[in-house]
T-cell receptor, first 113, second 117 residues
Framework: DAKTTQPPSMDCAEGRAANLPCNHSTISGNEYVYWYRQIHSQGPQYIIHGLKNNETNEMVSLIITEDRKSSTLILPHATLRDTAVYYCIVSPAGGTSYGKLTFGQGTILTVHP | GAVVSQHPSRVICKSGTSVKIECRSLDFQATTMFWYRQFPKQSLMLMATSNEGSKATYEQGVEKDKFLINHASLTLSTLTVTSAHPEDSSFYIC?????????????FGPGTRLTVL
């Protein structure tokens, strides 16, 4: 499975946009980009995923570069409750590894007042 | 989104005892469930993949005789930590996926904190 690289930590002021980058330069054609977050002592929470088009939901936007080698998760108006570890994961859509998620160290996002 | 529950949320046991953790998908049928373990200040590590009605597939280094997994129905998987020791103390998290021909989104349970004395 392709590996991802994320900055270990980022800070953001409450109400401002948080842009979380992720590099996945070895991503293959059948791999999706998933984003999860984990608030302290809880299970990970699914945020969004995409293949090659940009995606948006009520919470975030996911921007995937045209060559698919990197992506950015955007929280348009961060709140204190968005403080968490954010994981960017690439996962194949089929084969024996179908559905397996390999978690890296993620990015610790701290939103401060 | 889909809801996955785990029970118990926290358990403390004596060394040598066995502990069973349940993982349930509440509003969807999960053809595949995954079990992860997370030590303090570390990331999640996949332990095993279980498919309903078949044997679980364990990741390298995970003892299948120590971590017994049963996926008896499309909404329930159990993880039994047999003869638990203090080094098994960890945060155990399950996830469930609904499967399908296109991308499968996994939903995670809230986790079970196991402390072995």
């Amino acid at each position: 499975d392709a590996k991802t690289t994320q900055p270990p930590s980022m800070d953001c002021a409450e109400g401002r946009a948080a842009n979380l980058p992720c590099n996945h330069s070895t991503i293959s054609g059948n791999e999706y980009v998933y984003w999860y977050r984990q608030i302290h002592s809880q299970g990970p929470q699914y945020i969004i995923h995409g293949l090659k088009n940009n995606e948006t939901n009520e919470m975030v936007s996911l921007i995937i570069t045209e060559d698919r080698k990197s992506s950015t998760l955007i929280l348009p108006h961060a709140t204190l409750r968005d403080t968490a570890v954010y994981y960017c994961i690439v996962s194949p859509a089929g084969g024996t590894s179908y559905g397996k998620l390999t978690f890296g160290q993620g990015t610790i996002l701290t939103v401060h007042p | 989104g889909a809801v996955v529950s785990q029970h118990p949320s926290r358990v403390i046991c004596k060394s040598g005892t066995s502990v069973k953790i349940e993982c349930r998908s509440l509003d969807f049928q999960a053809t595949t469930m995954f079990w992860y373990r997370q030590f303090p200040k570390q990331s999640l590590m996949l332990m095993a993949t279980s498919n309903e009605g078949s044997k679980a597939t364990y990741e390298q280094g995970v003892e299948k005789d120590k971590f017994l997994i049963n996926h008896a129905s499309l909404t329930l998987s159990t993880l039994t930590v047999t003869s638990a020791h203090p080094e098994d103390s960890s945060f155990y998290i399950c996830s469930a996926g609904s499967g399908g021909v296109s991308t499968d989104t996994q939903y995670f349970g809230p986790g079970t904190r196991l402390t072995v004395l």
